[in-house]
């Protein structure tokens, strides 16, 4: 045979190839990551897909609410300002911020004025009580001497005019007197209540002018909430109502309404309502503050938000059939509804008691058969373990040594050394 060995060496190294091939998929194949937990293979029939947790749907009571939004204000502020004008501030004994009770003085005016003119108006009282003293002795006296017939009428008569007279100048000089003393008092500007200083426009050593605005004051640190409801808002809420307002800090209080407006806006078409804050809370006045006000509460099916699933457009849940630790995945369609915290309410789709899938609903399809744990084993399966990749038979190649490798010839059984060897060239 001319061509054997030519042949027979093609033939080897053709093997050869398809064997280092297949090792090098074997060798691939070990090397790949594992598949991921929630990988969308399904899994041929009999194979667990995925390690997941349950939870029962809970029937429970949720109250109603109203969201509305709105901002925070004082109940009542206050304006205090001075009744004086054309003296300077000497004294300024309170900030934005400080906390003040009824009566206290909160600055002081320039009283060296006022001071001199009361001791002047007290000085002419005393003069008018003086000039009384005298005449009301000339009237007497003059009294006394008309019984004896010593004076005549007219003269009498006079005496006593006199001492009318005298006694009205003494009344309008205390009255003088009294209207200075009342300027002192209000020299020492007062707050008219209880509550805590919101704003100050007073600057030490300005000269104040009669009903400037001084301090601003929240009358006994009271707040209240001002919510802005719609018309279809309005007939669902109503006085003593708990509200609770979402803060721009995260926090929360808690108010009480108070009364709503009898009518509503006409240009904006809300009503406003006052709900009053309880104290405590981290809220200031300017907020502008969103808020749920509880009604009635009502029964609701809830289920865990993490086992919503949404696909196009609509919400599913998956429920486990069976009670044991493997069970199968029944994709159902349901209609939600209110939010609180990481529960939700199934409105349409579900009934008490239903065991639905949680943590990992987001990988399922459709009759996928799981395996479930509790939530705190879930933490414990490696994503390795998580999915169960169906297994399918390969052949193993066999081995090949290094001489093998090196020389494809020594794969090729030894020629019949009975058969001839031609050495002719091919033509």
């Given at each position: 045979?001319?061509?054997r060995?030519?042949?027979?060496?093609?033939?080897?190294?053709?093997?050869?190839?398809?064997?280092?091939?297949?090792?090098?998929?074997?060798?691939?194949?070990?090397?790949?990551p594992p598949?991921?937990?929630?990988?969308?293979?399904?899994?041929?029939s009999?194979?667990?897909a995925?390690t997941i947790?349950?939870d029962?749907?809970?029937e429970?009571?949720?109250?109603?609410?109203?969201q509305?939004?709105g901002?925070?204000?004082?109940?009542?502020?206050?304006?205090?300002s001075s009744?004086l004008?054309?003296?300077?501030?000497v004294?300024?004994?309170v900030?934005?911020?400080?906390?003040?009770?009824?009566?206290q003085?909160?600055?002081?005016?320039?009283?060296?004025?006022?001071?001199?003119?009361?001791?002047?108006?007290?000085?002419?009282?005393?003069?008018?009580?003086?000039?009384l003293?005298e005449?009301?002795?000339?009237?007497?006296?003059?009294?006394?001497m008309?019984?004896?017939?010593?004076?005549s009428?007219?003269?009498i008569?006079?005496s006593v005019?006199?001492?009318?007279?005298?006694?009205?100048?003494?009344?309008?000089?205390e009255?003088?007197l009294?209207?200075?003393?009342?300027?002192?008092r209000?020299?020492?500007?007062?707050?008219?209540d209880?509550?805590?200083?919101?704003?100050r426009?007073?600057?030490?050593?300005?000269?104040a002018?009669?009903?400037?605005?001084?301090?601003?004051?929240?009358?006994?640190?009271?707040?209240e909430?001002?919510?802005?409801?719609?018309?279809?808002?309005v007939?669902?809420v109503a006085?003593g109502?708990s509200?609770?307002?979402?803060l721009?800090?995260?926090?929360?209080?808690?108010?009480?309404?108070?009364?709503?407006?009898?009518?509503m806006?006409?240009?904006?078409r809300?009503?406003?309502l006052?709900?009053?804050?309880?104290?405590?809370s981290?809220?200031?006045?300017?907020?502008?503050?969103e808020?749920l006000?509880?009604?009635?509460s009502?029964?609701?099916?809830?289920?865990p938000?993490?086992?919503?699933?949404?696909n196009?457009?609509?919400?599913?849940?998956?429920?486990?059939?069976?009670?044991?630790?493997?069970?199968?995945?029944?994709?159902?369609?349901?209609?939600v509804?209110?939010?609180?915290?990481?529960?939700?309410e199934?409105?349409d789709?579900?009934d008490?008691g239903q065991?639905?899938?949680v943590d990992g609903?987001g990988?399922?399809?459709?009759?996928?058969?799981?395996?479930?744990v509790?939530?705190?084993?879930?933490?414990?399966?490696?994503?390795?373990?998580?999915?169960?990749?169906?297994?399918?038979?390969?052949?193993t190649?066999?081995?090949?040594?290094?001489?093998?490798?090196?020389?494809?010839?020594?794969?090729l059984?030894?020629?019949?050394?009975s058969?001839?060897?031609?050495a002719?060239?091919?033509q």
């Open positions: 045979m001319l061509l060995r030519p042949v027979l060496s093609l033939l080897v190294v053709a093997l050869v190839s398809a064997l280092v091939g297949a090792v090098l998929a074997s060798v691939s194949a070990s090397d790949s598949r991921p937990v929630g990988a969308t293979q399904t899994p041929t009999g194979t667990v995925l947790t349950t029962l749907v809970r429970v009571s949720w109250p109603l609410q109203v509305a939004s901002a925070i204000a004082p109940w009542q502020e206050a304006i205090i009744s004008g054309g003296m300077p501030l004294e300024l004994n900030e934005v911020g400080d906390s003040v009770t009824k009566g003085v909160l600055a002081r005016l320039d009283t060296d004025t006022l001071r001199a003119e009361e001791a002047e108006l007290e000085a002419g009282v005393a003069e008018a009580r003086a000039i003293a005449a009301e002795a000339n009237r007497d006296r003059a009294l006394a008309g019984r004896i017939k010593a004076l009428e007219q003269e008569q006079q005019t006199r001492a009318k007279t005298t006694r009205a100048q003494l009344a309008s000089a009255a003088r009294a209207s200075k003393r009342v300027q002192l209000h020299a020492e500007i007062r707050t008219p209880d509550g805590v200083i919101s704003a426009s007073a600057t030490l050593g300005s000269v002018s009669s009903g400037q605005e001084l301090f601003r004051l929240i009358r006994q640190n009271r707040l909430w001002h919510g802005e409801l719609n018309a279809s808002q007939g669902l006085p109502q509200v609770i307002l979402r721009p800090d995260g926090a929360r209080a808690t108010a009480v309404i108070r009364k709503i407006a009898p009518a806006d006409s240009q904006s809300l009503a406003s006052y709900a009053d804050l309880e104290p405590g981290s809220a200031r006045a300017g907020m502008y503050v808020a006000i509880e009604l009635e009502t029964p609701a099916l809830t289920v938000s993490r086992s919503i699933v949404i196009d457009g609509h919400s599913y849940v998956f429920l486990a059939e069976g009670e044991g630790k493997i069970a199968r995945v029944a994709r159902q369609r349901v209609e509804g209110r939010r609180q915290g990481d529960e939700v199934v409105v789709g579900l008490a065991r639905v899938a609903a990988f399922l399809a459709d009759q996928d058969q799981v395996r479930i509790a939530s705190t084993q879930l933490d414990s399966v490696s994503p390795e373990s998580a999915y169960i990749e169906p297994t399918m038979p390969q052949e190649p066999a081995e090949l040594s290094p001489a093998a490798m090196a020389s494809p010839e020594a794969l059984p030894e020629p019949d050394a058969e001839p060897v031609s002719e060239p091919t």
